[in-house]
């Protein structure tokens, strides 16, 4: 039996070799199907792990209290209302009036996203990030220190000359010098630095390595321009009390914008595992996209298989006869063309593999993902390829075994 059918291998592994252009052109088919599948889920994969890492470290017991929801914001509709910006004014009144039990509230805005950073005769490109904050922001956000210590209250109070710079100045203004107590300059104003925050990488092309921290009152002094928008950020001891700290918020934030119990809310509140989920709804809207065009794809791939093969057994017709005459069973012809099938469908599948972690790794590099090997989708192409192989197989190995071998012989 295991003589029989390695001699059907070496049979077809033959007859693939001789017909070298159709055998390629073959794999080629099959080949795009998969790449196809295994391309556009390793680009989402890569997108859900950059967007997991990202919002995860922020924990399920924080939410924010920003100028719209995220589900309504850069939306097509004309008529979407505008929110006026969240104001000064307006998160210092929610920090004074906010007392719900176990609740840390963070006051931040983006001063710029071209500053120059300087330090001794070495500066930066214009294009650091400056966020102005309050002592609880760095750990509302999810970011750790990792040399040196964060803003404390009486930095903020007293509103030190302090600040907290991403993992990349290490190696960047400062040399490989340690910054730690050195002096930096933003915009003529001096700073002293006190932490250097762990490396959180890039996400869609912002290198959150370069971002720099400052008191609030410092970065309010330095960037005056009209209609800043604040963002408040809350964080309670238990995810069990989100929900009560939610609607106190609500509650709160309304009484300062003066609403009336008949208006909707002009601001945005969301949870950050809310956010999360939001985004990796829309990632999974991409993967079913990604298995219909791939699956029109392979479905193609399949029938030109299936075509293919057919040719083979009409081209082979006279070699059929002649192995029947022989004294070859039904069933060793129709494994010799499946066999032959099959191993054109795993050699398509695995360049298809191949090309697909290709691009979604291109993908993924261009856009500042985070690439891990997609092992299910690897999974699934070795399956789908094994399927196709088998559907597309069977009926030119079957239209084969059932050829006569007198009429076969004859056939010129």
């Not at 919002?55 to 100028?67: E, H």
């Not at 805005?109 to 950073?117: D, K, N, P, V």
């Not at 001794?120 to 400056?130: L, R, W, Y």
């Not at 964060?150 to 910054?179: M, Q, S």
Request: glycine content about 8%.
């Amino acid at each position: 039996m295991f003589s029989l059918l390695r001699e059907n291998i070496r049979i077809a592994l033959n007859s693939i070799k001789s017909q070298s252009l159709r055998t390629i052109l073959t794999v080629l088919i099959i080949a795009i199907g998969i790449t196809a599948l295994v391309g556009i889920l390793s680009a989402v994969a890569a997108l859900e792990n950059t967007i997991s890492k990202d919002f995860a470290s922020m924990g399920a017991n924080t939410f924010n209290l920003q100028r719209y929801e995220f589900r309504t914001r850069g939306s097509n509709n004309e008529d979407q209302k505008i929110n006026p910006i969240i104001s000064y004014r307006e998160v210092t009144e929610f920090k004074e009036k906010f007392k719900f039990p176990y609740a840390e509230t963070a006051i931040s805005f983006t001063g710029t996203r071209s500053a120059e950073i300087k330090y001794q005769n070495e500066k930066t490109d214009p294009e650091i990030n400056v966020v102005g904050v309050n002592e609880f922001y760095l750990q509302n956000s999810g970011l750790e220190v990792e040399e040196g210590r964060e803003f404390n209250v009486f930095d903020i109070e007293n509103n030190n000359n302090v600040a907290v710079i991403g993992a990349d100045y290490k190696d960047g203004i400062f040399k490989g010098l340690d910054p730690i107590n050195r002096t930096i300059s933003i915009r003529g104003a001096k700073f002293k630095v006190i932490g250097i925050l762990k490396s959180k990488g890039s996400t869609f092309g912002n290198n959150q390595d370069l971002q720099i921290f400052i008191p609030i009152q410092h970065a309010r002094s330095i960037f005056s321009q009209p209609n800043i928008n604040y963002s408040l950020s809350v964080k309670v001891k238990d995810k069990e009390i989100l929900d009560a700290a939610m609607d106190e918020a609500i509650i709160t934030f309304r009484n300062i914008r003066g609403l009336n119990p008949k208006e909707e809310n002009n601001f945005g509140l969301e949870r950050s595992d809310d956010l999360i989920n939001r985004i990796l709804q829309i990632t999974g809207a991409l993967n079913i996209a990604a298995w219909i065009i791939s699956i029109i794809t392979i479905f193609g791939s399949s029938i030109a298989l299936m075509n293919i093969m057919l040719v083979s057994v009409t081209e082979r017709t006279r070699e059929i006869g002649v192995r029947k005459a022989l004294g070859a069973k039904k069933n060793t012809i129709a494994m010799q063309f499946f066999l032959e099938t099959l191993v054109i469908g795993q050699i398509g599948g695995l360049l298809g593999i191949l090309l697909g972690i290709g691009i979604g790794y291109a993908v993924a590099t261009s856009l500042d993902f985070a690439f891990t090997t997609p092992w299910k989708a690897m999974f699934w192409a070795t399956g789908i390829t094994i399927i196709v192989a088998i559907l597309a197989g069977s009926y030119p190995a079957a239209k084969a075994a059932k050829q006569d071998p007198i009429e076969s012989l004859r056939y010129e």
